[in-house]
């Protein structure tokens, strides 16, 4: 046989496999009536153990491993097809249809907006573009940026969630957890850093470097050359920059050219990050959910079962509902021995059927679900 004929059979194949394939979601359909009427759950695990084994002792043994994928991908489609006929409504659902329907139409152009640092902070220039006019209050802490929308003083809150080089700031996530808040809009900006001195100081003159301790891992091999020079952690960048201005000739800081100009420092090196497509990215968060047009990124996080596969569910339900991913990162759960928590960023309009579906099907296959909002990037 040649190429051309063995690819006939194979189509022959895959006409019969559809076709069964179709037979074989209308009888789950008739099975998730049949569990409506008795008041039975979709999901019956022990049935798909069971099943698992049947298919793995039926297959010949050099398939047996893609069998049970196969099986797996297939109970996946079986469920998620089951949970729409069943209407997969939730509180959850419901509270995201009533934030669509609610929230204003156009993102506010001013506001009360809490971020942390001082006047120059990254934080403050990424509030500037996403709000055209904000009253800008500025706090010490990221716990005082949430305390302060917590108590009402602010609606909302400008901070770093993460960066193209660093990665997450995790402490945010704790505090996201522990607020509860959510995520209204996110904003990409490009961070250069630069070492910024009183005017007057040269490099040799230079004893102490301050930044964020962030900013100072970006510019970790750029630091390598000061040898002698203690580099000094602090909350901020723009606080940094305000300090060496108010400190003697010996001290610099790694923050931005317009801190430069609002502190009336000298930028002895510009552009000193270890890469040059340095990017961090900023949320802005609210107490309230709010879902304004054109929302089309979603953030969760996520606590799974410590069972072989757990995590296998979660995202073959993203793949049977055509679901992209733009993040996936896990970090571990203290005191709880090789256990994690996962974050998701999902690509997908919050008007689609198919999120709405998933926001419904997630909590019963997680033992922690939190959502964290959907909303638009400002690139």
Not at 34 to 63: H, I, S, T, Y
Not at 251 to 278: F, I, M, P, W
């Amino acid at each position: 046989m040649d190429l051309s004929q063995y690819r006939e059979q194979i189509d022959r194949i895959d006409d019969e496999l559809i076709q069964l394939f179709a037979r074989r979601m209308e009888t789950a359909a008739q099975i998730a009536q049949w569990k409506r009427q008795a008041g039975k759950p979709v999901m019956d695990a022990g049935r798909e153990r069971a099943k698992l084994l049947d298919v793995m002792n039926k297959c010949p043994a050099e398939f047996k491993d893609y069998a049970v994928s196969l099986y797996s991908l297939l109970f996946e489609l079986s469920r998620s097809y089951q949970h729409r006929i069943l209407d997969s409504s939730s509180a959850l659902t419901e509270q995201i249809t009533t934030a669509i329907e609610s929230t204003d139409k156009v993102f506010p152009q001013t506001a009360m907006v809490a971020c942390q640092g001082v006047e120059g902070a990254y934080s403050q220039l990424a509030c500037e573009k996403l709000f055209r006019l904000p009253n800008i209050f500025y706090f010490t802490s990221f716990d005082a940026v949430f305390s302060a929308i917590e108590k009402g003083l602010c609606r909302y809150g400008i901070i770093p969630l993460e960066n193209s080089t660093a990665g997450s700031v995790n402490k945010v996530y704790d505090l996201m957890m522990r607020h509860n808040f959510r995520i209204v809009r996110s904003v990409r900006l490009k961070v250069d850093h630069n070492l910024l001195v009183k005017p007057g100081t040269k490099l040799e003159d230079i004893q102490e470097i301050y930044s964020h301790e962030q900013a100072i891992n970006q510019c970790a091999r750029y630091l390598q050359k000061f040898s002698g020079v203690k580099i000094i952690p602090c909350e901020n960048t723009a606080m940094a920059a305000k300090y060496v201005s108010e400190a003697g000739g010996g001290a610099a800081a790694l923050s931005s050219r317009s801190c430069a100009k609002l502190y009336g420092l000298t930028c002895l090196e510009e552009s000193v990050q270890d890469q040059g497509n340095n990017y961090t990215r900023f949320i802005c968060i609210s107490k309230d959910l709010e879902i304004y047009p054109g929302a089309d990124r979603t953030s969760l996080m996520l606590v799974l079962p410590h069972t072989p596969g757990s995590l296998y569910k979660v995202l073959s339900r993203f793949y049977a509902l055509g679901i992209n991913l733009n993040k996936l990162e896990s970090r571990p759960l203290p005191e709880r021995d090789f256990e994690f928590m996962f974050y998701f960023d999902l690509d997908t309009p919050v008007y689609s059927p198919q999120f709405i579906q998933l926001m419904g099907e997630l909590q019963n296959i997680c033992e922690e679900f939190n959502y964290l909002g959907s909303y638009s990037e400002v690139i």
